[in-house]
Structure formats: structure tokens, C-alpha cells
């Protein structure tokens, strides 16, 4: 049997609504859930195959996507999260009781400081961005799946890194650091 890819694409995938502007995300236990308030949609959503992301037990992708950090506030429980690793990029705020990761936050110079990463299958609310694009694919080989896997149909365009809207940003925050300036941005 195919292994899943993710429970949100796995069976097609269903599209977001232009007009959806938020909702709330729980972890998964099963009292005193802590719940985080996005008062956005996500942008840039995707599948990401790499180690680090949380995914669901039995899934090989995550999907996750980023808001800006000022749409996002812990509603409920806040005490029970803790950074998975302090020293990564993305600080991974994670629920100490289930492991769910509620959202991950960029601290340090980087392109996407100001935007938090979160995983919309923690809410129950429809309408968020569906995934655009699946990242980090050869990263499941990684973390033991076979590279003939890597070919299973996502029914998304697939990168081993970023989208290239997303490297490009990356490269035009990379440029500017180092002093140079384009014109016409
Ligand atoms: N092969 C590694 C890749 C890990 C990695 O670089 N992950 C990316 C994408 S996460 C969401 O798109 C990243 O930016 N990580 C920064 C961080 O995790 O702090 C692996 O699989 O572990
Ligand atoms: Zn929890
Ligand atoms: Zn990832």
C-alpha cells in the first residue's frame, strides 16, 4: 500500500477560500488544549518533507504554512509549550503533552522573520489556503523512506528545497545583506 503523503492531500486536494481571514489552532489533547488565535489566512502553504516540521503519526509530509507574527496569539494554555530547539532557525513552539507544534518563530536576521509558521489541520475551521507546492521532498529519503518513493504521485509540484518564489526571496534577502541594491523592486 501507497504510504500517506498527508491526510490533507492524499485524496485530492481541497481548494482554500479567497475570503477566509483566520481561525484557531489546538493541540491534540485531549483536555486543557492549548489554542492559538490567527486573526489571518496562510500564505505560502505546502508540504514540506523535511525532519524538523511536524507532521502526523503515519505521514510523510507536513503541510505548513506562514502568517505574519502579529496575527498570531495563544489564546489558551500557553504554559504548556515549550521550543523543541532553540538553537534552529525556526523556533518550534510544541505542546510539552501531545508534541503537536503550534507554530514556529524566527527570531534572528533572516528572510522570513516576521512570519510564523503554523499547521492548519489544527484547526476545525475551512476555508484555509490549500497547499501550493511540496518542499524538501528528497528529505524523506532522509529519514528512511526509498528513493523510488520520492516518485509517488503528491499531485503537487514538487522542490527539494523552496518553491523559486520563495528562493528567490531568500536570494534577493541574501544579495541585499551583502550591500547590493536592485533597482525596481
Ligand atoms: N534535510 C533537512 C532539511 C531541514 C530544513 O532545512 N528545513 C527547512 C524547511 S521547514 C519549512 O519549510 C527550514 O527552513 N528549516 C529551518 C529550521 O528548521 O529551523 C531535514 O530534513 O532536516
Ligand atoms: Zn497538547
Ligand atoms: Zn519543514
Redesign the pocket.
Known amino acids: 500500500m501507497a504510504p500517506s503523503l498527508h491526510p490533507l492531500i492524499d485524496n485530492g486536494i481541497t481548494p482554500g477560500s479567497s475570503s477566509f481571514s483566520g481561525g484557531k489552532l489546538h493541540c491534540r489533547c485531549a483536555s486543557d488544549q492549548v489554542e492559538v488565535t490567527l486573526n489571518s489566512n496562510v500564505a505560502h502553504n ?1 508540504a ?6 511536524w507532521k502526523p503519526s503515519g505521514s510523510l509530509f ?1 503541510i ?1 504554512g506562514v502568517v505574519p507574527r502579529d496575527a498570531v496569539s495563544v489564546t489558551a494554555n500557553a504554559s504548556k509549550l515549550s521550543i523543541v ?1 532553540k538553537e ?5 513552539n510544541a505542546c510539552k503533552d501531545c508534541g503537536v507544534h503550534l507554530f ?1 518563530r ?1 527570531e534572528k536576521d533572516h528572510p ?1 522573520k516576521g512570519l510564523d ?1 503554523v499547521h492548519v489541520e489544527l484547526s476545525d475551521e475551512k476555508g484555509w489556503q490549500e497547499p501550493q507546492f511540496a ?2 521532498v ?3 529519503i ?2 528512511g523512506s526509498h528513493p523510488k518513493e520520492m516518485d509517488e504521485a503528491v499531485g503537487l509540484q514538487t522542490y527539494d ?2 518553491s523559486p518564489v520563495l528562493m528567490d526571496l531568500i536570494s534577493t534577502f541574501t544579495a541585499q545583506k551583502s550591500g547590493i541594491r536592485f533597482a525596481n523592486l
Open positions: 505546502h514540506c518533507g523535511c525532519s524538523k516540521c507536513s505548513v530547539d534552529a532557525t525556526i523556533q518550534r514556529g524566527i522570513f509558521f518542499g524538501f528528497s528529505s524523506i532522509e529519514q528545497v523552496l
